[in-house]
């Protein structure tokens, strides 16, 4: 076992936000191995290997905002008049200024407040400290220091400074009222028309339909960027990049210019189609087929006439994107035509930057420009569903996810370069659900680099997703104060904590969704600091309450009236079965099947029954259930049971509107279980549209149990 950290170590560690102990799952103190902080300490290019150069690497960490003119970035809350400190040497004139997002400027106070001089790197250094004026407007402003030499002339340098809200205002849907809204994973809601993979038209259909039913809003899976080429990776939640879309959810049909095509081109498409569509009755979901037709068609599509509106159209998209558009679909191209993973790549072509990724992006222009191409048009098409679904009726429409990190050997792992931590992984310590940890093979942002950008990469990437949407829902939000880095090559159980500037993080999050109206959801399960959720109610972001894990006493449920207001209550989650699944113990059988118990199974199906029990017991008291009731009567009756709680968003499971048994995902797993290929089904495993959603009864059925959320209970 590796020793523990030393005092001086420990020091060096917590100045740069790194754990040193933690408390898991089961209440025990932990303590962090020397060797893990050192790995960690690397990714931030510390030299910790050895006890002197801990010491220096603490002292020249003392001194780091001295060697600076200005912080990396300065972000605080609407209202507030924070000091900044200044560094120049001993002397030199300083004067600062702010300037307004739109072009205004503003002056600054300097703070009379003596600090003595330090000398730093053989400069003796004065600090001067201003105080930012409290009536500065949202949004993403900057601070000029001009500094002058002793020559005369000054040299100016610049911060971003962001100021966010207070609190995240909520849309009016939810001010005084609660909604409920469907879950569901798109790639599995496939209609008649579908592509063998659900879309952003089968969106657009089930959410005007279900704004029929009273629904306000639709939660789906993220829709982040994938492979461009075979095997595309079937996880929603380890994409290539976050910021770009997966254009597998593009709608052919609907792309305007394919009124263009001649009459051969057409008869192509819709072979194509023909073949996609056969697609729809396998057992398992084959994105790369679906892909393989869609991309053909779309080719075509792409090289047909294109109006002069729809034309500056694109061209506008282009420019709004910049240089991040350019480097991911340079980043395709490449992919496309030399291979995955990038690391394998000549060297020179690992650089996005290099004269030989410019080479290429001009000898392979015209991949690059479909590259582009697809992204404005499945954008504009997941655009256009969240129109239909407002336009529908629906107070908050589309809710899009954003996954907690982004595959290693993705377009943003390549265009990002050390803004993310490669020798490390993002993954979580052990705990009730997964008891060997996990580890999600995710390279971590890093929070010195995102500091140094003003938060840019961050701030682009939440732009992308919320103009798509009337809300957002974070997975694994805790990841935005802490998350659990894994050394590569290490268990999970060998990883630690490295803190995150969450006032940025959250602060940045909340000003972006207020900039597009739309609700946040922190997906805030698992293992939780006792002060974030207070945070998250203080900053206006919902959490997220499952039935089964509310608990208050370990077993029996909690009353439905004691729930979070703010907050986005359901049955069951994508890392759980559907609720029928889970009433009959799936959730024990997978994980058993799959090795994944710490605990003989009996004692596992024990304490299973025993909560499930105490839930059912819970209905009855409550009048929900009589007797042994069939499973359908028990999941609506979990739903009515939940209906009244106070939670201002009610989501319900699309798997639970047909019956669905089968788990979506299973977490800490692969290859091993057939995680997100499984296509919607009934209870008996067979296969259901979307056109069958909408007609069906049991659906209907399910749907009127939370759409009376005013009935008291026992009514």
């Not at 933690?22 to 025990?28: C, E, F, L, R, S």
């Not at 697609?279 to 075509?300: C, I, V, Y």
């Not at 495993?685 to 959603?693: G, Y």
């Amino acid at each position: 076992m590796s020793e523990g950290p030393s005092t001086t170590l420990v020091d060096l560690a917590r100045a740069y936000g790194v754990a040193t102990d933690y408390w898991d799952w089961k209440g025990n103190h932990t303590q962090v191995s020397a060797d893990t902080i050192r790995t960690v300490l690397s990714v931030f290019d510390v030299d910790a290997s050895t006890d002197e150069a801990v010491k220096a690497a603490l002292a020249d960490r003392e001194l780091d905002g001295w060697r600076r003119v200005l912080p990396r970035v300065v972000v605080l809350r609407e209202g507030w008049t924070p000091w900044v400190a200044l560094h120049a040497a001993d002397g030199a004139a300083v004067e600062a200024r702010l300037v307004l997002e739109d072009g205004r400027a503003r002056e600054i106070k300097t703070v009379e407040r003596f600090v003595e001089p330090r000398t730093v790197d053989g400069v003796v250094t004065a600090e001067t400290t201003v105080e930012l004026p409290g009536d500065l407007p949202l949004g993403y402003h900057e601070l000029v220091v001009s500094v002058g030499a002793e020559d005369g002339r000054k040299t100016d340098h610049r911060a971003p400074v962001i100021v966010t809200p207070a609190t995240l205002a909520l849309p009016k849907a939810l001010e005084d009222d609660r909604v409920w809204g469907l879950m569901t994973q798109l790639y599995t809601v496939r209609s008649e028309r579908s592509w063998g993979i659900g879309d952003a038209a089968d969106l657009a259909e089930l959410g005007t339909w279900a704004a029929r039913q009273g629904a306000d809003f639709v939660l789906i899976n993220p829709v982040h960027a994938a492979e461009p080429i075979a095997t595309m990776e079937p996880s929603p939640y380890l994409p290539t990049s976050r910021r770009f879309v997966n254009p597998m959810y593009i709608r052919v049909e609907e792309v305007p210019e394919i009124g263009y095509l001649s009459a051969a081109e057409h008869q192509l498409v819709e072979w194509h189609s023909d073949d996609a569509r056969r697609l729809n009755k396998l057992a398992q979901l084959d994105r790369d087929g679906s892909w393989e037709a869609k991309r053909a068609a779309l080719r075509m599509i792409f090289r047909s006439e294109r109006t002069h509106r729809r034309a500056r159209d694109f061209e506008q998209f282009q420019v709004r994107e910049g240089q991040g558009l350019i480097d991911f679909a340079t980043w395709s191209a490449i992919a496309i035509d030399r291979g995955l993973p990038w690391e394998t790549w000549p060297e020179e072509l690992r650089d996005p930057r290099s004269e030989e990724v410019a080479a290429e992006r001009e000898r392979l222009a015209e991949e690059v420009e479909f590259q582009c191409w697809l992204q404005w048009i499945v954008q504009s098409q997941l655009g256009d569903a969240q129109r239909e679904l407002r336009a529908s009726g629906m107070g908050v429409g589309v809710v899009h996810d954003l996954a907690v990190g982004v595959h290693p050997g993705g377009a943003d792992a390549w265009a990002l370069g050390d803004v993310l931590a490669h020798q490390v992984s993002v993954g979580a310590p052990a705990d009730d659900y997964n008891q060997i940890g996990q580890n999600w093979s995710q390279p971590p942002w890093r929070p010195d680099r995102l500091a140094e950008l003003g938060y840019a990469p961050f701030r682009d990437m939440l732009r992308t997703v919320l103009r798509m949407a009337g809300g957002i829902r974070v997975d694994h939000i805790l990841g935005l104060f802490r998350l659990w880095w894994v050394p590569r090559g290490a268990s999970p159980k060998d990883g630690t904590y490295v803190r995150y500037d969450h006032e940025a993080m959250i602060g940045i999050l909340a000003l972006e969704a207020q900039r597009a109206d739309a609700v946040v959801i922190g997906e805030d399960l698992g293992t939780v600091e006792d002060w974030v959720r207070d945070y998250l109610l203080e900053r206006g972001l919902l959490g997220t309450s499952i039935l089964w894990f509310e608990r208050k006493d370990g077993v029996a449920p909690r009353d439905p009236e004691t729930y979070r207001s703010l907050c986005l209550a359901s049955v069951t989650t994508h890392d759980l079965p559907p609720t029928a699944g889970y009433l009959q113990g799936e959730h024990i059988a997978v994980r058993h099947e799959l090795g994944l118990l710490t605990r003989p199974l009996e004692e596992e199906i024990a304490e299973d029954d025993a909560q499930r029990e105490a839930v059912l017991s819970a209905l009855r008291e409550r009048g929900l259930l009589k007797g042994k009731a069939k499973i359908e009567d028990q999941v609506d009756a979990l739903h009515k049971y939940l209906a009244w709680a106070p939670s201002k968003m009610l989501g319900v499971s699309v798997n639970d509107l047909v019956g669905d048994v089968r788990t979506i995902n299973q977490p800490g797993t692969d290859e091993e279980y057939p995680n997100w290929r499984l296509p919607l089904a009934d209870g008996n495993h067979q296969l259901v549209t979307l056109d069958e959603v909408m007609i069906s009864r049991r659906a209907k059925r399910l749907i009127r149990c939370v759409n009376h959320r005013d009935a008291a209970p026992n009514d």
